[in-house]
């Protein structure tokens, strides 16, 4: 494997080849081990998934499994490695709430602070071992917008806040603690974790992979910005909504949704027509309320009125709705809207879609040590008035084929194994991503190769 320190991101094409070891070699999953999860934050659950003492949620990635547990007796949230001391099980799995965390090998037992409660016939032991011998070994946590972050080691140096500086910047207005799951999917896919993620954290595949959008989505080309080891795509220019994309000329649309369009008369109800579509086969992100905001726009917007009015009528019909159910996101304006841009890549494994009431984030993990399997994981969000948020519909899935999914998600699975499998062929030796839409990708792919293969640590 190439060892050598990669030079830094600029506009040479070349950086734009993505070699194909690091998603299918098990030296490169095992080097992630030690060099990738190791040395970065983690996004582990969400600070609601764990609001009561007692709550835990266990996390797991590669071998490793670290429980997140808000503690019975103060109430803080702590980290641990969700590792029996006396012989290695496991002790937790999924999520619930207890009081004490009990090995069920040999009754070992721990107070939810990570402290030895018992061993069972500690006396045997001659007085050589200790209670705070086998205390849980714990994590660096930390939280921001609601979401909780942990370090394997927990003397690392850097703050979360300092590591998703530029995140934190963009999102200072979006109030994404504000946010509430509405539902959250684990599900296994047959390909590797970066496939998977690759996936969510560009828009290029939208034109082929979600063709059901090209005859209103307007110009929807993409372009992308890296911010140290994150990075945003957004609309390479203002998309001309309610126009064809200029690729339609390539590729049409579904002919199942041909007829959706053709009651649209106007822009304005094409846009409609648009939110309602994206509304139906996301499942998520764009939610009734925008789609609702859109109707109104379809019949109170003026017909001469110019793109950039039906802009804006778009917005403030949607804040309008917002405030019809008790939010106000008044504080997150045009300019930050432009700031969180449509999709970012939370190095290394995190993707976050935020609209104004809607969220999408996803999570990709390596399954154990099977470089052609990994753990997805999809929270749909969306911003509720306080004390207004459902309690989410938590499932997991192992296989995607198992249960029914949004067609945007289906059409992204499909690909997957696809993908995966194709890159073995002795006929692929290379990725080459667009060097402005794909952005995105090269900086994952180059900061990852530069953790695991560049001496970085
Ligand atoms: S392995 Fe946990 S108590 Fe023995
Ligand atoms: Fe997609």
Excluded at 30 to 58: F, I
Excluded at 122 to 151: I, N, Y
Excluded at 317 to 338: A, I, P
Excluded at 425 to 447: C, D, K, M, W
Aim: proline share 5%; glycine share 6%.
């Amino acid at each position: 494997m190439n060892k050598s320190v990669e030079p830094a991101l600029g506009s040479n094409a070349d950086e734009a080849l993505i070699p194909k070891a690091p998603y299918l070699s098990q030296e490169f999953l095992q080097l992630e081990k030690t060099r990738l999860w190791s040395k970065v934050w983690l996004m582990a659950c969400r600070e609601s998934d764990v609001a009561q003492p007692g709550n835990y949620v266990v996390f797991n990635v590669a071998d490793e499994s670290i429980v997140v547990m808000r503690d019975v007796a103060d109430g803080v949230l702590r980290a641990f490695f969700n590792i029996c001391q006396h012989r290695g099980r496991r002790l937790l799995s999924g999520q619930g709430s207890v009081n004490k965390l009990v090995c069920k090998y040999h009754g070992w037992r721990w107070n939810t602070d990570g402290t030895n409660d018992e061993i069972i016939d500690q006396a045997d032991w001659g007085g050589t071992l200790s209670k705070d011998d086998v205390a849980l070994k714990p994590l660096k946590l930390d939280t921001w917008g609601g979401w909780v972050f942990v370090h394997m080691d927990a003397d690392h140096p850097q703050s979360l806040q300092d590591w998703l500086a530029p995140v934190v910047h963009a999102f200072r207005n979006y109030r994404f603690e504000e946010f509430s799951p509405v539902w959250m999917r684990s599900v296994t896919l047959p390909c590797n974790w970066k496939v998977a993620l690759d996936v969510f954290i560009e828009g290029y595949h939208a034109q082929t992979a979600h063709r059901q959008f090209n005859p209103v989505s307007g110009d929807n080309r993409w372009t992308a910005v890296a911010h140290g080891v994150h990075s945003m795509f957004h609309s390479r220019v203002i998309p001309v909504l309610g126009d064809p994309s200029p690729n339609i000329k390539a590729l049409q649309g579904l002919p199942e949704d041909e007829s959706l369009f053709l009651d649209a008369k106007d822009r304005a109800q094409k846009i409609h027509t648009y939110f309602m579509l994206l509304n139906r086969d996301t499942g998520a992100l764009f939610t009734e309320r925008k789609v609702r905001a859109m109707a109104r726009l379809a019949n109170e917007l003026p017909t001469d009125a110019s793109y950039m009015d039906t802009l804006l009528a778009m917005d403030r019909l949607h804040r309008e709705e917002g405030k019809k159910d008790g939010l106000n996101w008044d504080q997150f304006t045009l300019e930050d809207v432009g700031a969180v841009g449509l999709d970012w890549n939370i190095f290394p494994n995190i993707a976050f879609l935020p609209q104004e009431d809607g969220a999408l984030v996803y999570r990709a993990r390596p399954n154990g040590n099977d470089p052609d399997s990994c753990v997805f994981d999809i929270y749909s969000l969306e911003r509720f008035a306080p004390g207004k948020a459902p309690k989410p519909q938590v499932e997991v899935i192992r296989d995607w084929r198992d249960t029914s999914w949004p067609r945007v998600f289906v059409q992204d699975f499909e690909n997957l194994n696809e993908i995966q499998q194709g890159m073995k062929s002795q006929a692929f030796t290379v990725g080459r991503a667009n060097p402005i839409a794909e952005l995105t990708n090269i900086n994952l792919h180059y900061h990852v190769r530069r953790y695991v293969l560049g001496g970085e640590n």
